[in-house]
């Protein structure tokens, strides 16, 4: 079955660039959604097929996808955008979703 | 605005059942497929179930669950529901419900209810 790989914790310091790495096989053929969760609050898309950004999402998310590494990229990280965040795939060849195992990111 | 509304958690026992539901509000419901997303405590996100639109209810379950979840909607209501029967410890968890928008080339979860904690425990 597919799988989808992020690694567990990513530090960057205030005002950084911090990138957030999906890894799956061939996963630049798929479309990749990246979802926000703060402690104690219900996960929100920051990043949708790929590189689009719903409306009120900063255009310091971004996103992109190629070989076998999607990336989510914050600019300008802030305190506020300490959070786990969590790559999803849907697997047509199983009609699952699928979500990597998060990363928790630590703005220092 | 658009709200999504999960109720019905609780603790149960081993072997028992639950029934969560979704109220959906500030959008056309009968329009949305709809899914459900569980979190363990301390986890990450794992996909549950999906249900179609539209009267022909396509429906997919995670391996997982298949055979012991049953999910389903009542349009009519504006309703989301997740019937759980055989439940195990490791099906403790927050449940989300949460619509799937299209964005022209895919699906993805626009909105999520704020999760409902199911805590299977003797």
């Known amino acids: 079955s597919y799988v989808l790989t992020q690694p567990p914790s990513v530090s960057v310091a205030p005002g950084q660039t911090a990138s957030i790495t999906c890894g799956g096989n061939?996963?630049?053929?798929?479309?990749v959604h990246w979802y926000q969760q703060k402690p104690g609050q219900a996960p929100v898309v920051v990043v949708y097929?790929?590189?689009d950004r719903p409306s009120g999402i900063p255009e310091r998310f971004s996103g992109s996808n190629s070989g076998n590494t999607a990336t989510l990229t914050i600019s300008r990280v802030e305190a506020g955008d300490e959070a786990d965040y969590y790559c999803?795939?849907?697997?047509?060849?199983?009609?699952?979703?699928?979500f990597g195992g998060g990363t928790k990111l630590t703005v220092l | 605005q658009v709200q999504l509304v999960e109720s019905g958690g609780g603790l149960v026992k081993p072997g028992g059942s639950l029934r969560l539901s979704c109220a959906a509000s500030?959008?056309?419901?009968?329009?949305?497929?709809m899914s459900w997303i569980r979190q363990a405590p301390g986890k990450g996100l794992e996909w549950v179930s999906d249900?179609?639109?539209?009267?022909?209810?396509?429906?997919y379950y995670a391996d997982s669950v298949k055979g012991r979840f049953t999910i389903s909607r009542d349009n009519a209501k504006n309703s989301l529901y997740l019937q759980m029967s055989s439940l195990r410890a490791e099906d403790t968890a927050v449940y989300y419900c949460?619509?799937?928008?299209?964005?022209?080339?895919?699906?993805?979860?626009?909105?999520w209810g704020q999760g409902t904690l199911v805590t299977v425990s003797s």
């Open positions: 999803q795939v849907w697997d047509s060849s199983s009609d699952h979703w699928l």
């Open positions: 097929d790929n590189s």
């Open positions: 061939n996963i630049g053929s798929k479309n």
């Open positions: 249900i179609s639109s539209s009267s022909d209810s396509t429906i």
């Open positions: 500030g959008f056309i419901f009968s329009d949305y497929y």
């Open positions: 949460a619509r799937r928008e299209y964005s022209g080339y895919v699906y993805y979860l626009d909105y």
